[in-house]
C-alpha cells in the first residue's frame, strides 16, 4: 500500500494517511507563475467562473477559506509551511546522530553523508532536516530505493541530493527523487522535465516531474496524479484512497482520481457543498467531454495562459 500523500498544495508531508498536496493556491510554493485556481501559488481559472480570492502547499498545515469555486482551500500550510503535526506516526523514538540545521540547497553535511529531509519528533511529516550517512553504491535519482525505519526516518538508500520518495509503507520502498539545486530563491533542477517544488520552510525541496492534464489517466506514472502547480503541473503520489471520482469530496489536491482535480465545490452542484473539495474531471476545450450538466472552462485566465496550456480546461458550472 502507498502511503497517501495528501498534498495540502505544495507537498504534502504527512506520511501516516500518505503524502498530502495542499490545494491550490497554498503560498509556500518556491516558483513562479501566475498560481493555479484559487490562490497565489497556482493556475488561475478563467474570469467566467466565480473570483478568486485568498486561499493558501506543503506538509500539513490548517485549514484555509475561500469563496472561489476553484480553490478547494483546505488542509494548506500555513505562512511559514510548518506542518505543526506533532502526533507520532510509524516511529516513535529515532536512533543516530542528529544534526537539526543543515542545508538542502548547499549539501553542507560531513564527507559521507547527506543533507536530507527526516521528521524529528518521531512523527509522520517532514519538519526537519539532519545529515545522514551516504550508503555504499547509492540509488541514483530515478531508481528504486528503501527507507530504514519510518518514509520519514530520514534514512534511505538514495545517494547524495536526492532521498527516497512515494515510499510504499508496507514493504519500505519508493524511488529516489532529486531535491533541487541553486538556491530557494533561484532553484533549478538538472532534469528539463522536472520542476523544483519548495515545501514547508525548505524542508521540502524536491524535482518533480511535468505532466500534462490532458493525457489524464496517462499523464503520470502509476500511483501518481497530475496536480496543478503554478502555471504549470506535476506528479505527485496519488492521495485519493477509496475516493477521487468525479465529484466525489476531497481536502487535498492530489486526493483525486488521475484525470480529476480537486477544487471548488462550489464548482458544480453534484459536489458536497459542505466539503472542502470537489473533483472534478480536467477536459481538453478542443473535444470536451464532461459528466452531468458540467462543461469545460478554461483553466487559465485570459492572458495568462502559458505555453501549451491553451486547450486545458476543468469540467464546471457557470456561476
Not at 549539501?107 to 532536516?129: F, Y
Not at 519508493?174 to 530557494?184: E, K
Request: glycine share 12%.
Amino acid at each position: 500500500m502507498n502511503p497517501r500523500i495528501l498534498l495540502t498544495l505544495s507537498l504534502g508531508a504527512t506520511i501516516a494517511c500518505g503524502p498530502s498536496v495542499a490545494l491550490p493556491g497554498s503560498g509556500d510554493g518556491s516558483t513562479g507563475g501566475d498560481g493555479p485556481p484559487g490562490g497565489s501559488t497556482t493556475a488561475s481559472t478563467t474570469s467566467s467562473i466565480p473570483p478568486n480570492p485568498t486561499a493558501p502547499t506543503n506538509p500539513d498545515p490548517p485549514p484555509q477559506t475561500s469563496t472561489d469555486p476553484f480553490d478547494p482551500t483546505s488542509g494548506g500550510l500555513d505562512d511559514t509551511g510548518s506542518s505543526g503535526d506533532t502526533s507520532c506516526g510509524f516511529l516513535c523514538e529515532t536512533t543516530g546522530d542528529i544534526t537539526p540545521e543543515c542545508d538542502v540547497f548547499e549539501q553542507n553535511c560531513p564527507d559521507g553523508e547527506k543533507c536530507t529531509p527526516w521528521a524529528n519528533d518521531g512523527g509522520s511529516s517532514w519538519n526537519a532536516t539532519r545529515c545522514a550517512p551516504i550508503v555504499d553504491d547509492p540509488d541514483q535519482p530515478g531508481e528504486a530505493c528503501v527507507v530504514e525505519g519510518s518514509p520519514a526516518s530520514g534514512i534511505d538508500s538514495c545517494d547524495l541530493g536526492s532521498m527516497c520518495w512515494n515510499v510504499d509503507t508496507d514493504t519500505g520502498t519508493g524511488t529516489c527523487i532529486s531535491h533541487c539545486m541553486g538556491a530557494p530563491n533561484a532553484p533549478t533542477c538538472a532534469d528539463a522535465n522536472t520542476i523544483c517544488s519548495i515545501n514547508g520552510d525548505g524542508v521540502l525541496a524536491l524535482c518533480l516531474p511535468t505532466c500534462d492534464p490532458l493525457l489524464f489517466v496517462d499523464a503520470c506514472p502509476n500511483d501518481e496524479v497530475c496536480t496543478p502547480y503554478n502555471s504549470t503541473f506535476f506528479c505527485t503520489p496519488d492521495g485519493s484512497a477509496e475516493g477521487g471520482a468525479a465529484f466525489d469530496a476531497c481536502e487535498f489536491v492530489n486526493a483525486c482520481d488521475p484525470g480529476n482535480v480537486c477544487i471548488n465545490p462550489a464548482a458544480a452542484q453534484a459536489c458536497d457543498p459542505g466539503g472542502t473539495g470537489c473533483c472534478l474531471p480536467w477536459c481538453d476545450l478542443s473535444a470536451p467531454d464532461c459528466p452531468g450538466d458540467t462543461t469545460c472552462f478554461p483553466w487559465f485566465e485570459e492572458g495568462g495562459v502559458p505555453p501549451g496550456g491553451e486547450l486545458i480546461g476543468v469540467c464546471a458550472e457557470a456561476p
